[in-house]
């Protein structure tokens, strides 16, 4: 597969001259921000309301639109999940480990100043992977079978160990209650029903939007509302750039590992910004910083891990779109909608016959960055103001915004009561030592791992050696078990220290 003619690479680049490429550009963002700070309203809800607008007009503003909206929700989570523990989007809990600590410090501006900062090089640097490697990646990427998809999942659950907050059986537990909840459903191998209780609501599982404002929003309401006095955040320390530049660039080498995590889960279709933070946070867990907290104390790192990675997917996610006619996440699946209206089929000879309008559209994901860094310090201003609203007046809003998200993901109420009754579950297992975390992250892999790996035996007559006979999960299982090992060889060490 060749790569775009320099005269379509200059051709593409002039369309970002436009003005109206700009502000449609500006907009998205703008309008991303908005589905992504709101929890249960996500990227994928923006760009799909958004899509049928863009009939009638021209590929660079549809673009510009949706691929605002894109980046713009990818970040925008971050921002309830530095202010009030509750991630605005699935791809942002792993923010909340330390981004909310840092609020409780003082320190919410220079959390927020970060995760703008890594928001925008994991976007940056996706798009300069996107334009020089797309096509190489693609073929990559063919290479994996569900054998690959089943040993990466339980390379996934290896990411309990940095998020169990000091204990290991604990972090466990609570990803096999997680992977308990993914089993709810029909069979994806079988079709047998599973434990549904008969309401024909569970019979596609357990939703993800009210799993997740159950587990992080509600549990933590209920926590802080079980408590003789509630707990305002103090007051909080204006942070300077220069600070944060230079707290990113200690850790410049992880924040690049982390954007190459990103993108390579972004180019594996049915992955997404969940796994790609989890996973980029788990590696975080290896760097340690004698002048930084712990991870899940209030570090910067786990803050720079987290939303580098979860940015980075958005390239990564386009790869296999552009190229395969794949869509690698949900918004890139309503982007292929988008792309149909206009008049155009991603697929192996996109970037032959269109190297102009792919280079344009790898130059449209950039200026959407940009765009992000700009309104996402410029917000900072208002920061303030949110965090002087009274808790005991905060903690409803926040309960009345989840349920309203929960609603406007399937317009039914179930979600909503489903989201009452997990929550109360969330707030007893925290009150048990138990994390969230874990639990969310075993609700997400728990059926990835289940499908992808009877898939692979059903294939392969149940021969369970094909896990290490194949190189490239061979690799994945040797890397899941050396993290387990030095996981487990750091808990021992902490412990004789102790």
């Keep these: 597969m060749e790569f775009a003619s320099l005269q379509d690479v200059l051709a593409g680049l002039s369309g970002l001259a436009s003005a109206k490429v700009l502000l449609w550009s500006a907009a998205g963002v703008m309008i991303g921000f908005i589905f992504g700070a709101a929890p249960g309203l996500t990227a994928t809800a923006g760009v799909a309301i958004a899509t049928p607008l863009t009939f009638g007009v021209s590929f660079d503003q549809s673009m510009s639109l949706l691929l605002g909206i894109y ?162 955040l103090p007051p909080q320390e204006r942070a300077s750039i220069a600070e944060a530049l230079r707290s990113f660039l200690r850790h410049k080498w992880g924040a690049l590992k982390a954007g190459l995590i990103g993108m390579g889960i972004g180019i594996l279709p049915g992955t997404g910004p969940t796994i790609a933070s989890w996973v980029s946070y788990s590696e975080m867990s290896r760097r340690e910083d004698p002048e930084e907290p712990p991870l899940g104390q209030g570090a910067p790192r786990g803050i720079i891990a987290s939303e580098v990675s979860n940015n980075a997917v958005t390239g990564g996610a386009l790869v296999p779109l552009l190229t395969l006619g794949i869509p690698g996440d949900t918004v890139t699946a309503v982007l292929l909608g988008a792309l149909t209206i206009q008049n155009i089929t991603p697929g192996p000879l996109f970037i032959i016959e269109n190297g102009n ?55 039914t109420a179930f979600p909503v009561a489903l989201m009452g009754i ?77």
Aim: aromatic share 8%; with cysteine; glycine share 10%.
């Design 422 to 498: 997990l929550g109360v579950a969330g707030y007893y297992l925290s009150t048990l030592g138990l994390p969230m975390p874990p639990l969310v992250l075993g609700l997400v892999l728990g059926p990835i791992i289940e499908k992808n790996l009877r898939d692979a035996l059903t294939v392969h007559k149940m021969d369970i050696t094909i896990f290490v006979t194949r190189p490239i999960s061979a690799v994945i299982l040797a890397l899941t078990l050396f993290t387990v090992v030095v996981t487990i060889r750091k808990a021992a060490q902490k412990q004789v220290t102790e």
């Design 357 to 411: 309008l792919f280079v344009l559209l790898v130059g449209i994901l950039m200026l959407s960055n940009v765009w992000l860094l700009a309104f996402g310090l410029g917000m900072r201003r208002f920061l303030p103001l949110f965090l002087k609203i009274p808790m005991p007046v905060l903690l409803p809003l926040i309960g009345v915004f989840a349920a309203t998200g929960c609603f406007a993901d399937s317009n």
């Design 71 to 232: 980046c713009g929700g990818y970040f925008a989570g971050s921002i309830p999940a530095i202010l009030v523990n509750t991630p605005g989007a699935p791809g942002n809990a792993a923010t909340t480990m330390d981004g909310y600590p840092m609020a409780r410090k003082g320190r919410a501006d220079m959390a927020f100043v970060l995760a703008v900062l890594g928001s925008f090089v994991g976007g940056i640097l996706s798009g300069a992977v996107l334009l020089f490697l797309a096509p190489a990646l693609s073929s990559m990427a063919l290479m994996f079978t569900a054998v690959e998809y089943a040993s990466f999942g339980i390379f996934g659950l290896v990411c309990v160990a940095a998020i169990s907050g000091g204990s290991i059986l604990r972090g466990c537990v609570a990803a096999t209650l997680g992977m308990i909840l993914g089993c709810v459903g029909i069979d994806p191998v079988d079709g047998v029903i599973r434990l549904t209780f008969d309401l024909p609501q569970l019979l596609t599982g357990v939703p993800l939007i009210p799993a997740l404002i159950a587990f992080f929003a509600i549990a933590e309401m209920l926590n802080q509302g079980s408590t003789a006095e509630v707990r305002e």
